[in-house]
């Protein structure tokens, strides 16, 4: 049995709706770190194509590894490009493994298909520019601590 709102057409069908948990990992978009988490819960719910993901992530520590940090692990694909929405719009409230910045500055991140789905960490540093969490402390990189959040993306095919 279908649900069809505000018409019997395909374009008004409610073809998908599920809800799940996930297991949202943190590590480097050019080489694995390794990355121990204390914590790593996640949760979704999905209608037709529309994904929203929370997620709540302690990391207790991490080394090695090189390139940009991400959230890794989306239980669907994203959409490709910014068709649609495909950058999505990840927010977040506790924020403690974060750089200073991206407390203070705010977050520019978004949501890309690379590996499968991942939000890319970044945040505005003092002049405006959008700028990638990368390393370790300081002012631009990741710390040791709690990051939850959510965020709502387009997938990539509808009803698989």
Do not use: C
């Not at 943190?26 to 993901?53: D, E, F, K, M, P």
């Not at 910014?82 to 407390?103: E, L």
């Amino acid at each position: 049995m279908a649900l069809f709102i505000g018409g019997t057409t395909n374009a008004n069908k409610l073809d998908a709706y599920i809800e799940g948990t996930w297991s949202p990992s943190v590590n480097r978009s050019s080489s694995a770190a390794s990355v121990t988490l204390s914590r790593q819960h996640g949760h979704y719910v999905r209608v037709g194509n529309v994904i929203h993901v929370w997620f709540d992530i302690i990391v207790s520590s991490a080394s090695g590894g090189g390139g940009n940090w991400w959230i890794a692990g989306l239980p669907f694909t994203p959409i490709q490009g910014t068709d649609a929405g495909g950058y999505g719009a990840p927010t977040f409230r506790s924020a403690t493994m974060m750089p200073t910045m991206f407390r203070t500055n705010g977050s520019s991140s978004w949501i890309s298909d690379t590996a499968g789905g991942v939000i890319y960490l970044m945040y505005y540093d003092n002049n405006g520019s959008e700028t990638y969490v990368n390393g370790y402390g300081g002012s631009g990189g990741l710390n040791n601590g709690r990051l939850t959040g959510q965020a709502f993306y387009f997938e990539n095919a509808a009803g698989a």
